[in-house]
């Protein structure tokens, strides 16, 4: 069939069908030179009624006329009945045309949500809303009318959760943040803005704390005005944040405050060296947990002074810290001195970091918590509590909910729960590797069994091989060999591998400190015995005592580590003191 009677073909369907359908609306069908030309006249065809409907709806919207918009819309939607041209092969230019009808669609479906939102209906469109934002994950419109009608119903648990899922969507999708609109909207919700209230309605019971703000303007808890241009205060949130989603909110506009980002972590170590097993454990079990949305880790890292506890925790802590994007905060529990922080300190520096105003931070360490915890619920925080003393000083120092994760180091065993990671000093060859990255390889090179015994010395301890690093590095001209002399010496031996910063003593003396009398006098006993490692039934006989009760004294020792403990296949667990702990021991008893 030639081209000329397959158009002759459509014609006559068209004359028969279209014509049967709208032949008194005025539709014409014209022959040309090069072809036909149909005539509809407007409003003859569904299309045509449906854009004048939105057009109508959108101007009664903007009059302030919802009641009105939302019926419009409503008819207008009414046209749809599954897709466009659904019987239709579309090419190219029809193709286009397709996927224009299905954004005014959607366009109409917003104008339509919009209206409906301004006149109080917000509960009977959270079913919708959420049906539309699972159909379109990346809308950033749809989900913020889902918060705000969250919002209005009182569960804005659940509006900030909804936030929390379209961040998450949007990073994994697309490694891109929300706009700043729909993140000045969470923290709105965040913060309880009244302006997210319809007017005229009564608040949602929240039970939460109002905004606070100084007499002058200056917001409470950052000391700043509302007039500055430094991006620290949202801009209003009223009608700017109702533009967001498409509101229209009557009364005055008033300050959001903006929800800080705190990124408090140490610097991270360059030359870290080694532990390359543990932080991919470690960093895999933090990925497990957040994908499958797992109760809150703890990953709490412990051992004997020195090992290198905090340098791990903060190595960590930076490799991961891009998945915690609400904040990192970090404080030193100060476990190894005479006076730890009190819970309540750092509850206060936490919150006031998050940006709580000091004036509204409660003195019971309880209300403390429970306010802290409520802060933390659906943000993404990493903390980093290092040198704990105990466990109940961390306990009430852990968020209850949200996307977080806490990473602590300390000489105590870790909380019912946590991931325990029990750190052993560094290998030969990972402490060698430390050692010549701070020396450099050449100085390195020219006394290879100096270096050896070097590393010997400090006993696979980072901090010790770090502080003689240091000292070496600052008298270049000192030969290794001479100074592995002055290290064998166990009477400098702890002042050769200490500075003021890396001092193994205090976290010594910390142990020893917990210690009572019997236990002192039993690990002093220890420290002068000589040969391999001892069992239980040695400690026994060289206390005087019986095996229970020496037992005893071996566990307490070892869980403060100042006993190494080692188990074998078949034999006994066998005790040993370790190089450096044992120097300190008897440099203490020769004190006394």
């Known amino acids: 069939m030639s081209a000329l009677a397959t158009l002759q073909s459509y014609i006559y369907k068209i004359r028969k069908n279209v014509f049967e359908a709208l032949g008194g609306a005025g539709v014409t069908l014209h022959t040309k030179p090069n072809g036909y030309r149909l005539d509809i006249p407007a409003g003859v065809l569904d299309v045509h009624r449906f854009e004048e ?24 939607l009414a046209f749809w009945r599954g897709g466009p041209l659904a019987n239709v092969e579309p090419g190219d230019q029809l193709g286009v045309q397709i996927t224009r009808f299905q954004e005014r669609r959607m366009r109409a479906v917003e104008l339509r949500l919009e209206a409906e939102l301004q006149l109080g209906r917000h509960r009977e469109l959270i079913s919708e809303l959420k049906t539309l934002c699972s159909t379109h994950p990346l809308d ?11 919002y209005r119903s009182g569960r804005r648990h659940e509006a900030l959760e909804t936030y929390q899922t379209f961040r998450r969507g949007m990073i994994d999708e697309l490694g891109l943040e929300p706009s700043p609109m729909l993140a000045r909207l969470h923290t709105a919700v965040l913060v309880a803005e009244p302006e997210l209230h319809l007017e005229g309605e009564p608040a949602p019971e929240l039970g939460l704390r109002p905004l606070q703000t100084m007499p002058d303007g200056t917001d409470a808890a950052s000391g700043r005005t509302g007039n500055g241009d430094d991006g620290e205060l949202a801009e209003a949130a009223g009608s700017r944040i109702a533009a967001a989603v498409g509101l229209s909110v009557g009364g005055p506009t008033q300050q959001v405050r903006s929800v800080p980002h705190p990124a408090q972590l140490p610097p991270d170590i360059a030359d870290f060296t080694g532990r390359t097993k543990v932080l991919a454990r470690l960093e895999s079990r933090l990925a497990e947990c957040r994908e499958l949305h797992a109760p809150l880790p703890v990953l709490w890292i412990t051992g004997m002074p020195g090992v290198g506890k905090s340098a791990l925790a903060i ?200 210690l009572d009398e019997r236990d002192r006098l039993a690990m002093q006993l220890f420290a002068m015995r000589t040969g391999g490692p001892f069992t239980a039934e040695d400690a026994a006989k060289q206390l005087g005592c019986d095996l229970v009760s020496a037992e005893g004294v071996l566990a307490r020792l070892a869980e403060r580590h100042l006993l190494q403990a080692a188990g074998t296949k078949d034999g006994p667990l066998g005790y040993s003191v370790h190089e450096l702990v044992r120097v300190y021991t008897l440099q203490r008893l020769a004190g006394n």
């Open 53 to 76: 409907l939105i057009d109508q709806g959108r101007k009664a919207l903007d009059g302030g006329d919802a009641e009105t918009a939302a019926e419009l819309l409503a008819d207008a």
């Open 140 to 150: 950033e419109g749809m989900h913020g009318k889902l918060m705000i009608a969250l």
């Open 315 to 514: 190595r960590l802590a930076h490799r991961v810290r891009d998945r915690f994007p609400d904040g990192q905060l970090y404080v030193d529990l100060r476990g190894d001195s005479a006076d730890p922080v009190r819970p309540r300190t750092v509850l206060h520096r936490f919150l006031a970091a998050l940006g709580e105003p000091r004036s509204a931070l409660p003195d019971d360490i309880d209300e403390a918590s429970e306010l802290f915890r409520s802060r933390c619920a659906s943000r993404s925080l990493l903390f980093l509590l290092d040198s704990a003393a105990t466990t109940a000083q961390v306990k009430s120092l852990l968020p209850g909910s949200g996307d977080c994760a806490v990473i602590v180091t300390s000489l105590a065993h870790g909380l019912a729960g946590s991931d325990l990671v029990l750190l052993d000093p560094l290998p030969d060859d990972e402490a060698h590797q430390l050692l010549t990255s701070i020396i450099g390889p050449q100085r390195a090179g020219e006394d290879p069994p100096a270096v050896d015994r070097i590393v010997e010395l400090c006993g696979g301890l980072p901090v010790a091989l770090r502080a003689v690093g240091t000292r070496l590095g600052r008298l270049p001209g000192w030969p290794l060999g001479q100074f592995a002399e002055r290290l064998a010496d166990p009477r400098r031996r702890l002042d050769e591998s200490s500075l003021p910063d890396l001092d193994l003593r205090a976290s010594y003396h910390a142990g020893f400190r917990q």
